[in-house]
């Protein structure tokens, strides 16, 4: 005779109900606890930020508009030149100093430049010289043999300030219109000077 199977138990099966909440609480844990870590390692540094340096203070446009206007006193005492009375040729106005090098190696060619340009229409180099005086000027151009150039004197620097002038040498070229066409910061070569004359008297 079989014998009956004996009935369950109410509370047998609790201990499933009990344990499956507690399993599925310490999987979560671990699930969150790898997810932390695991995303800690997948940040990645963020790339530095290029920051441009701070303009410099905003100047009267010169580039591509009409030359700024002056009159200085020349080196030798006789006059002043002006910008507007040579309309008509093509100038490179030069900002230069003594204690400036590069300036210095560009003297001998400007000389050269100047005699090879005697005519009145020709092309002429004006070399401003930037806040000396003549006491200064005149016995170092004597010892390097500088006799034949256009030198100005803008003893209180308000010329080349007008022009933007932050660095020695500094050339604009200057169309026959009276237009500024071009700055040259650093030394200027003869094959410079010849390249621009050729291409604005093209244009």
Known sequence: MTL???????GSNLW???????????????????ANSGGSA????????EVTPAARATLPQVI???????SLPKLTGDGTISLTSLEGRIVFLNFWATWCAPCERELPTFQQFTR??????????LTVNYGQDAETIVPYL?????????VLLD??????????VFNLPTTFVIDQ???????????????????????LEQS
Request: aromatic share 6%; glycine share 6%; charged share 20%.
């Open 16 to 34: 499933i109900f009990l344990i499956i909440p507690a399993l599925g609480i310490i999987a979560a844990v671990i699930v969150l606890s790898s």
């Open 64 to 70: 591509d508009a009409p030359v700024i206007d002056f």
């Open 42 to 49: 997948a940040v990645e540094t963020p790339a530095p930020v």
């Open 177 to 199: 219109r009276g237009i500024v066409r071009s700055p040259v910061y650093g030394e200027m070569t003869r094959e410079l000077l010849d390249s621009y004359i050729a291409e």
């Open 142 to 150: 004597e010892g390097l043999g500088i006799t034949d150039l256009n």
């Open 116 to 125: 090879d340009h005697a005519a009145p229409d020709d092309p002429i180099i």
């Open 155 to 164: 003893v209180t620097q308000e010329v080349s300030d007008s022009y933007g």
């Open 4 to 10: 009956p199977s004996p009935a369950p138990k109410r």
